[in-house]
């Protein structure tokens, strides 16, 4: 069964840090690969990549997808206390009724 | 604010019960999918629902079934619970092949 595997599980940092969120996935073929914010229940969305190699940027945070490495990373500069949260990565199919494959989760903690 | 409500916030069962999870999707989406996060886990999908009818499935048995009516709303229900249904069930609405949009989710514990 095709994974997606987040790497670290856990991460503990200083505000002012910045971070980078690796996510790692199976399959060659899919629609998109997408990362949500999870800080109490409602995970929020950030980014859409369906393109490798194109950054996307909203503030402080960015991300890229590697297809050729089947990857992608979320960075965060200049890190706050807000930062805190669980980031998940998750995998779209090629179909648009395909199952959505979503990691473990990041759980980042900003100490101030 | 998303848009995407559930009901109840939260929920405590025997096992052998069974619950309905309620579901309104944001407003002109047409797509809801059903999430269990375990806790420590991230969202495992169970299925899809596209204009009324089951759209993709994950690997949750039978006793998994849904509902998606005219105004795109939704329900979970879940037979026969089992100890190791406590979670939170999440939903999240989009058109098809969008990103999704998550509601706040319902804590359900079985006791």
């Known amino acids: 069964e095709d994974k997606v595997v987040q790497s670290p599980l856990s991460l503990v940092v200083h505000e002012g840090d910045t971070v980078t969120l690796n996510c790692s996935y199976e399959v060659t073929n899919f629609r998109s690969l997408l990362w949500y914010k999870q800080e109490k229940k409602a995970p929020t969305f950030l980014f859409m990549l369906t393109s490798s190699g194109i950054e996307k940027k909203s503030g402080r945070l960015s991300s890229i997808l590697d297809k050729k490495e089947l990857s992608s990373i979320l960075n965060i500069t200049a890190t706050q206390t807000g930062d805190s949260a669980i980031y998940l990565c998750a995998r779209g199919g090629l179909n648009r009724d395909d199952k959505i494959i979503f990691g473990k989760g990041t759980r980042l903690h900003i100490l101030p | 604010e998303t848009g995407v409500t559930q009901s109840p916030t939260h929920l405590i069962k025997t096992r052998g019960q069974q619950v309905t999870l309620r579901c309104s999707s944001q407003s002109g989406h047409n797509t809801v999918s059903w999430y269990q996060q375990a806790l420590g886990q991230g969202p495992q999908f169970i299925f899809q629902y596209y204009r009324e009818e089951e759209n993709g499935r994950g690997n949750f048995p039978p006793r998994f079934s849904g509902l998606q009516f005219p105004n795109y709303s939704s329900e979970l229900n879940v037979n026969a619970l089992e100890l190791d249904d406590s979670a939170l069930y999440l939903c999240?609405?989009?058109?098809?092949?969008?990103?999704?949009?998550f509601g706040p989710g319902t804590r359900l514990t079985v006791t």
């Open positions: 999240a609405s989009s058109l098809p092949g969008n990103e999704q949009y």
